[in-house]
């Protein structure tokens, strides 16, 4: 088969959903709710553009399930049924054409900032390092009362989502993020049952999905973001990453996403080692490692840049599914293209503003990209390529402005 037909192929999964390709759209933190976290229009017909743009499984940005704990302002917090029928919104437009559309759930634990949280919570009480501290308070150490409620949390959302007429939930595991911080030795220092051995350590996921499942019906989809690794010293490793992908395979999750990285090491942000370059996706090596250990549905997120690579990488089994963020940012309708035989090569390419600082935390990397989403939450076409300092003076005056006015609305 040629690259349309391989990535035309549906993938079934165990619950009996049909995703009608290969293109999955990963998540990508859209900051489109209001500033006191409600959904708004713009965010269903952002997803209208891509089910129009032949993905067939959309995976939202990532939706907060406690309103005091967000990662950013403009996160959608889905803590109760307030916004539901923008919520069927949502899910109506992002699932035509036969689109899958799953609500990523997540808390951000210590990774929220001190501008939106004060007194953030996470496994142990582990700073950030030394030149993030400026940023991010040091975190409280959870109480076991109020992990179980974090448990419920996430339970209550998901079945929310599910009401409102949404395919499936995506635990956000990764990316440094409260599950994240469970699964890694570095972030969780506790000494009982949610800590310590990397079983107790993955405790806190298994409960999640567990909870998750006893809160919605056997066809709606579960699944998890996963780091393949932390890419940090005494952090989460590969081989713990495939224990608990074992773990939750055998529990029957729907649909493993790799990734990985953090905010201290964002390799999600980052550009391909010259090892993976000519396969272009970063994380495909260990998705081979996965293969071999369990049988479960994968998608393999993270430098997808040509129809062809994408097509080798569904051909070699290395994944089912093609995992993109960037690329469908700025040509929301490429899937589409290529499903009719257009040959294709992204225009994304590294963002440079020349400061040093900037580029190496690739903090453009995904501020830039967020202001694309924007553009077609407003019904605007993204903008192909970056304007370097002029681009960089743009996020920073969004960012400032939206800094100012959570700060007032939390009459500091």
């Known amino acids: 088969m040629n690259a349309a037909e391989l990535l035309s192929q549906p993938l079934t999964l165990k ?32 997803y209208r553009t891509w089910a129009e743009g032949g993905v067939g499984l959309s995976i939202t940005g990532n939706v907060m399930i406690d309103r005091r704990h967000i990662g950013e302002p403009g996160n959608v917090v889905l803590d109760d049924e307030r916004d539901l029928e923008l919520l069927q919104e949502w899910a109506r437009e ?38 993030l501290q400026a940023m991010f308070a040091t975190p409280r150490a959870l109480e076991v009362a109020e992990i179980e409620e974090i448990i419920r949390r996430f339970a209550t959302s998901a079945a929310i989502a599910e009401k409102a007429g949404f395919a499936g939930v995506q635990i ?5 993020y409260l599950v994240s911080q469970f699964l890694s030795p570095h972030h969780n220092q506790r000494e009982d049952e949610w800590g310590g051995s990397p079983e107790n350590r993955m405790r806190f996921v298994v409960e999640v999905y567990k909870a998750i499942r006893a809160a919605t019906s056997e066809q709606f989809g579960v699944g998890i973001k996963l780091n393949s690794a932390d890419f ?36 999600m942000a980052k550009g391909a080692k010259a090892s993976t370059v000519s396969r272009e996706a970063y994380f495909l090596e260990f998705g081979e490692k996965v293969r071999k250990r369990v049988d479960v549905p994968l998608m393999v997120t993270g430098g997808f840049r040509t129809e062809s690579g994408m097509a080798e990488a569904v051909a070699t089994g290395a994944t089912d599914l093609v995992g993109l963020a960037r ?25 440079r503003t020349g400061i040093r600082m900037i580029d190496d935390m690739a903090l453009m990397e995904v501020s830039w990209y967020t202001r694309q989403l ?10 192909k390529h970056d304007r370097g300092v002029l681009s960089l003076m743009e996020v920073l ?3 400032t402005s939206r800094g100012v006015r959570t700060r007032l609305r939390a009459g500091e």
């Open 15 to 46: 619950t009996g959903a049909v995703i009608p390709n290969r293109f999955a759209k990963s998540a990508m933190s859209e900051t489109l709710g209001t500033m006191d976290n409600r959904v708004t229009r713009d965010l269903p017909r952002l």
């Open 94 to 131: 992002g699932s035509r054409n036969g689109c899958q559309l799953w609500m990523q759930l997540n808390h951000p634990g210590k990774q929220s900032p001190k501008m939106l949280n004060r007194a953030p919570v996470s496994p142990s009480a582990v700073p950030f390092r030394k030149e």
């Open 172 to 176: 956000h595991g990764a990316h440094g």
């Open 232 to 267: 940090q010293r005494g952090g989460f490793t590969e081989e713990e990453s495939l224990g608990v992908i074992e773990t939750l395979a055998g529990l029957g999750i729907d649909l493993v996403e790799i990734s990985g990285g953090n905010y201290e090491n964002p390799a």
């Open 327 to 351: 690329p469908l940012a700025v040509e929301p309708d490429f899937p589409k293209r290529i499903m009719a035989g257009e040959a294709f090569t992204s225009s994304v390419r590294p963002i």
């Open 374 to 383: 924007g553009r077609m939450g407003k019904g605007k076409v993204p903008r």
């Open 397 to 399: 005056a969004v960012m």
